[in-house]
């Protein structure tokens, strides 16, 4: 059985719900879970403590070579230092977003998420698990909801962990975010042509999560 039959990618816009959705299903089937924004936000936080210049591509590219990222047990670790909380920040979101427009970084990172695809399984979420990574991907989901829905969602996921929020700032900077994830030349935040596109701005979670499992289960 090819590699790809266990790959099912979740794509979508931040706030869109494909994080928490993708580790609820990766959890039911059992299959490892990768958090492909995180790469990118592990980098913003690494381009910020080494006051790198954020034009030179190069240097970024050699420190996406080297990264010591690991997942365990729902936290992101950069060697042994725990960094979960520090990567969630809308600054390093907008960073990362940044650093994700350069082609070497997207080149250096792209064989350490394709090495995830391990058995039983991968559930992979990001902007382009199913149109980049994962082409060839046997289920792919593209999740979105309305701008004023996913601003909202961010809010109070930011309020709750203690992050203080402006809501009008943060809807200016999701529709800047989806706008500069869209709009770039490599690998630009899109459906693939095969994925399942699915809208969660009238709809709870669970139910999002109920539509993935039956697709896995019954494809
Ligand atoms: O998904 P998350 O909000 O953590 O991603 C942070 C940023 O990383 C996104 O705004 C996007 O620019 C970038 N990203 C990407 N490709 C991915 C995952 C994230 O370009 N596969």
Request: charged residues 30%; hydrophobic residues 40%.
């Amino acid at each position: 059985m090819s590699v790809n039959e266990w790959i099912l990618t979740i794509d979508g816009p931040s706030g869109s719900g494909k994080g928490t959705v993708a580790q609820l299903v990766a959890r039911k089937l059992g299959w490892h879970y990768l958090d492909s924004g995180a790469l990118y936000r592990v980098l913003g936080v690494l381009a910020l403590r080494k006051k790198m210049d954020l034009e030179d591509e190069s240097s970024l590219a050699d420190v996406a070579r080297n990264l010591e990222l690991s997942f365990q047990s729902g936290d992101v670790f950069l060697g042994s230092e725990r960094i979960s909380e520090e990567i969630r920040t809308e600054q390093t979101g907008n960073l990362a977003s940044k650093i994700a427009t350069m082609h070497p970084v997207r080149e250096a990172l792209l064989q350490w998420q394709r090495d995830c695809a391990k058995a039983p399984g991968l559930v992979a979420d990001g902007r382009d698990m199913g149109t980049v990574v994962f082409p060839r991907a046997k289920y792919k989901i593209f999740l979105t909801a309305s701008v004023s829905a996913r601003a909202q969602r961010r809010f109070k996921q930011l309020r709750d962990k203690g992050f203080g929020v402006n809501i009008r700032r943060l809807l200016h900077e999701i529709a800047e975010r989806d706008e500069r994830d869209m709009n770039r030349v490599i690998s630009p935040l899109r459906a693939a042509d095969d994925a399942i596109c699915l809208d969660s701005t009238n709809i709870g979670i669970d139910e999002v999560v109920s539509s993935v499992m039956n697709l896995v289960r019954f494809e």
